[in-house]
């Protein structure tokens, strides 16, 4: 029963990691955060009897994985930003 349940999480870490090919920076890390916070939830579960934390985790991993590319996004942002600006300011040969 115990390996059952290990084969699982390897079979949709592995699926996961194949199907990332054609997806966006935002896509990836919103499912990259899902599936360690699924990872960690099992875990829990696994321990606490309770797979509830394993959808808990996969949740709050998402909108990690999802907030953390916004903020990504923001600060490309901003150097791209930056660099445009340094190049209008700076000095014509």
């Not at 029963?1 to 996961?16: E, G, K, T």
């Not at 939830?41 to 321990?47: L, Q």
């Not at 934390?53 to 942002?77: H, N, P, S, T």
């Amino acid at each position: 029963m115990n390996r059952r349940l290990a084969i699982v999480p390897a079979v949709a870490c592995a699926l996961a990691l194949t199907g990332c090919a054609g997806m966006s920076t935002t896509e990836q890390r919103t499912l990259s955060g899902a599936a360690i916070g699924t990872g960690v939830g099992a875990a829990v579960g696994a321990v606490t009897g309770d797979w509830g934390w394993a959808a808990g985790g996969a949740a709050i991993g998402a909108a990690g994985g999802y907030l953390y590319d916004q903020q990504k996004q923001k600060e490309q942002r901003a150097y791209e930003q930056g660099v445009q600006v340094g190049k209008s300011q700076a000095p014509k040969k």
